[in-house]
């Protein structure tokens, strides 16, 4: 019978268990170069259901994601298994109370520390210039309930700061948020299903003028007898800009065409995957009364849409 000899044996498994930490290696590293996100489609309006691929994970770990709306609030999206390629995929469907503009998908495997992030935007508004650095608190998850800050008062733009109690008595600090140029303050609040149930109070203060608003609810698996102290009463003023046609993903040139017939470049952004575009414009106070005229140019297809608007306090669409 052929023996062996121990230090030898030792040496063999040393060299398979370094063999394949190596290869483990290679593997992880290789994951993480490939590691990317994207959104289809980049823009949308409210009720698009939006589709986020995201890789670079080692496979089987939890990863956690959210979508934030830059400096202003942060909304967890649940937690998802990468699959056996390090993959992730979910969907998420936005609502009025998500507003307009650019936001950020992000997700951050658990194990891995892998964090990607891509940009989308929602109703046309243009994508944002950096990811949310505020320090934001996940108020839910799908499956939760939300409603819409409500108050009006703060100043033009001004940025605001909120707070929120809850049923038992703690004080959060929540990211802040901005009020339109109307002064009109609206944002989303989320509870997930398993929030404290009670009372919430939220408190909004303005960092310029020190304007203070309140908004209540009660939470019993749902959000009731929602409250403002100072509810808004003259709904901010926009012109919308719906029209598809264009080609997939092309830029797309917005312009406003003033009373007087001169007009202004607003924002340059990407038509959706069916070639469709969705943006909008807040009217400015003191904006003198007139026609104006939202127009859409497509750098690729040349394609020109335009919609026109009677502006004398209030906003009326013309046929």
């Known amino acids: 019978m052929r023996r062996t000899h121990p230090l030898r044996d030792m040496k063999r498994l040393f060299a398979i268990t370094l063999i394949l930490a190596t290869i483990l290696s290679l593997l992880l590293i290789s994951t993480a170069l490939?590691?990317?996100?994207?959104?289809?489609?980049?823009?949308?309006?409210?009720?698009?259901?939006?589709?986020?691929?995201?890789?670079?994970?080692?496979?089987?770990?939890?990863?956690?994601?959210?979508?934030?709306?830059?400096?202003?609030?942060?909304?967890?999206?649940?937690?998802?298994?990468?699959?056996?390629?390090?993959?992730?995929?979910?969907?998420?469907?936005?609502?009025?109370?998500?507003?307009?503009?650019?936001?950020?998908?992000?997700?951050?495997?658990?194990?891995?520390?892998?964090?990607?992030?891509?940009?989308?935007?929602?109703?046309?508004?243009?994508?944002?210039?950096?990811?949310?650095?505020?320090?934001?608190?996940?108020?839910?998850?799908?499956?939760?309930?939300?409603?819409?800050?409500?108050?009006?008062?703060?100043?033009?733009?001004?940025?605001?700061?909120?707070?929120?109690?809850?049923?038992?008595?703690?004080?959060?600090?929540?990211?802040?948020?901005?009020?339109?140029?109307?002064?009109?303050?609206?944002?989303?609040?989320?509870?997930?299903?398993?929030?404290?149930?009670?009372?919430?109070?939220?408190?909004?203060?303005?960092?310029t003028t020190g304007y203070q608003s309140y908004n209540t609810f009660t939470f019993w698996g749902g959000i009731f007898n929602h409250r403002s102290s100072n509810p808004i009463s003259f709904a901010t003023p926009t012109l919308t800009l719906n029209a598809a046609g264009f080609k997939p993903q092309e830029s797309i040139s917005i312009r406003l065409i003033y009373p007087n017939t001169t007009e202004k470049l607003l924002t340059t952004l990407n038509a959706g995957g069916d070639g469709v575009i969705h943006y909008s414009y807040i009217v400015p106070p003191a904006s003198p009364f007139g026609v104006y005229a939202l127009s859409g140019t497509g750098a690729v297809s040349g394609n020109v849409a335009s919609a026109r608007f009677n502006w004398d306090g209030v906003v009326t669409a013309i046929p």
């Open 34 to 207: 490939a590691a990317g996100m994207q959104v289809s489609p980049n823009n949308g309006d409210y009720n698009t259901e939006f589709d986020v691929t995201a890789s670079g994970f080692v496979p089987g770990e939890v990863v956690d994601t959210w979508v934030n709306k830059p400096n202003q609030w942060r909304v967890g999206q649940g937690e998802y298994t990468a699959n056996k390629n390090g993959k992730i995929e979910f969907s998420f469907r936005p609502d009025v109370t998500w507003g307009t503009g650019g936001f950020f998908a992000s997700a951050i495997g658990r194990r891995s520390k892998v964090q990607v992030t891509t940009f989308f935007s929602i109703g046309g508004g243009g994508f944002p210039l950096a990811p949310c650095g505020c320090r934001a608190v996940l108020l839910g998850n799908p499956g939760g309930t939300a409603v819409n800050y409500n108050s009006q008062g703060y100043g033009s733009s001004e940025i605001v700061v909120v707070y929120m109690t809850d049923p038992a008595a703690q004080l959060h600090r929540l990211p802040n948020a901005q009020a339109d140029p109307w002064g009109n303050l609206a944002f989303p609040l989320y509870l997930s299903q398993d929030a404290l149930y009670g009372p919430y109070l939220f408190t909004a203060r303005g960092l």
